[in-house]
């Protein structure tokens, strides 16, 4: 019988072994690539599958222009996930970069007001340790537990019914003592890797997506029962298993909130769920990106990538990011409909 306590999952506070702070494992990739004025370096190659690169050459200290723009849309879309160095950006210029990149941003569902948010803007997640009083948080806290979800495989907003497409993670300060890394799975070429009876298993299967769902898991005790408040703020979304990524080939859209397939029993649904979940986040498919400095920012596809935080630790120091949103307007943004989960629902039990 699968339980929350059985399907509980705890990574520990991980990095991987280099040789010098900050390189990322190179593993068959090409070291160095220059496109115009930037320069890129693969972190992941395998078989057809790019994932991961950092990329140098940009201006941050004025806006993008927009020729530059689509050259780095070209990259994620190739990549995944990109990296850059010492940008500089404050708050602003964040969030301007991230609203060149798509029609809307995610307004953060937790933000109540200028005076009751740290970083003061409702265009951006405060994903930091920090209280509104400059107070670490603690381990009694609520939001110490909510945030446990975030060292689970997931993807950012999948439980929203209009998805997010980018998000932009940007560190302030300097980076924390213990833990200041960031953890990132390539779906696109994990579902490339399955064989073809999975393949076709996997064709057509919708998943419902439920935050509380991930926060039961990582803190069961504290989240057994979110609050009416929280339930009424984020209710599921539905979202197909498969999905098509932006060069054309097909990804696995799934994280943390996969709560059920529609159709299958809730033991069954968890047991595919975390078969695919293991299967994405082998050595193979992962790299770990280490934070560096204030300025350094990560901009990932959460379309064709799970990504995970090290989990807080007391011992940890501040650790100051803030992440902007981009809402999806792909063919595939709004999910699945109430109409098409009926039918579904229907063929499943005939």
Request: proline share 6%; with cysteine; charged share 25%.
């Amino acid at each position: 019988m699968i339980s929350i306590t059985t399907l509980t999952r705890t990574y520990e506070n991980t990095w991987p072994e280099a040789p010098d702070a900050g390189t990322l494992k190179l593993r068959g990739a090409s070291p160095e690539i220059h496109d115009g004025e930037l320069v890129i370096k693969p972190v992941l190659h395998s078989g057809s599958s790019n994932f991961g690169a950092e990329v140098s050459g940009i201006d941050w200290s004025r806006p993008i222009p927009e020729e530059t723009v689509k050259q780095l849309i070209r990259l994620q879309d190739k990549y995944g996930v990109l990296i850059f160095r010492n940008t500089g950006l404050d708050n602003a210029r964040h969030i301007a970069f991230a609203q060149q990149l798509g029609e809307k941003l995610e307004v953060n569902p937790f933000f109540y007001g200028k005076e009751n948010d740290r970083v003061q803007e409702p265009l951006l997640w405060d994903v930091s340790n920090i209280n509104l009083d400059g107070t670490l948080v603690q381990p009694d806290q609520r939001r110490w537990q909510h945030s446990l979800g975030n060292a689970l495989w997931h993807t950012d907003s999948s439980y929203h019914q209009q998805r997010s497409k980018y998000s932009l993670l940007l560190s302030h300060g300097t980076p924390v003592r213990g833990g200041a890394w960031t953890h990132f799975a390539d779906t696109r070429g994990a579902y490339a890797d399955l064989p073809q009876s999975k393949k076709d298993e996997l064709e057509g299967l919708i998943i419902e997506h439920d935050l509380w769902y991930s926060r039961k898991l990582a803190s069961p005790e504290v989240y057994s029962n979110p609050l009416p408040h929280e339930l009424a703020l984020k209710p599921p979304a539905f979202h197909r298993l498969v999905q098509e990524a932006p060069d054309g080939s097909k990804t696995l859209y799934l994280a943390a909130h996969a709560k059920t397939v529609l159709g299958r029993s809730f033991e069954d649904s968890q047991k595919l769920i975390w078969e695919l979940i293991d299967h994405c986040t082998q050595p193979k498919y992962v790299f770990s990106m280490e934070w560096l400095s204030g300025g350094d920012m990560v901009w990932w596809d959460n379309r064709q990538s799970m990504h995970r935080a090290n989990p807080y630790t007391t011992s940890m120091t501040a650790r100051d990011v803030r992440r902007a949103t981009v809402i999806d307007d792909g063919p595939h943004a709004f999910g699945v409909s109430e109409q098409e989960r009926k039918v579904a629902l229907a063929g499943a039990n005939s």
